[in-house]
């Protein structure tokens, strides 16, 4: 038997959830068999629905990047990963990440040439 490599996903939604670390697959497996239910995936996670929704929106953003070709950023993941350990509220996370936004946005304008 010959060790080949793995295919290459076909479809774009394959290479991206491929693409995902295997626990964000699970996670998406899980809220599947939870039909879209974050109460009861909290439930079966053990935290609390705040926990499991900053944990989803962190997925959420890491397959916007994946689609889009983007590299997540990294202080909106840091953020979501405080909010998941329970260190951080998601509004702080929220306000933390607009006020950082706001300063890159500040120190780096546009260029309009």
Do not use: W
């Not at 995902?20 to 909290?42: E, N």
């Amino acid at each position: 038997m010959t060790d080949s490599p793995s295919p290459q996903p076909s479809r774009p939604s394959e290479r991206v959830f491929c693409a995902l670390a295997a626990a964000d697959q699970d996670l998406l497996l899980d809220f599947a068999r939870c039909s879209g239910s974050l109460k009861q995936l909290a439930k079966e996670h053990g935290v609390s629905y705040p926990t499991i929704r900053a944990r989803l929106d962190r997925l959420i953003a890491r397959l916007e990047a994946l689609e889009s070709g983007e590299q997540p950023d990294p202080m909106a993941v840091e953020l979501a990963s405080l909010v998941e350990q329970g260190q951080l509220t998601a509004p702080a996370a929220k306000q933390l990440l607009a006020q950082h936004r706001r300063l890159l946005a500040e120190a780096n304008p546009p260029n309009n040439s």
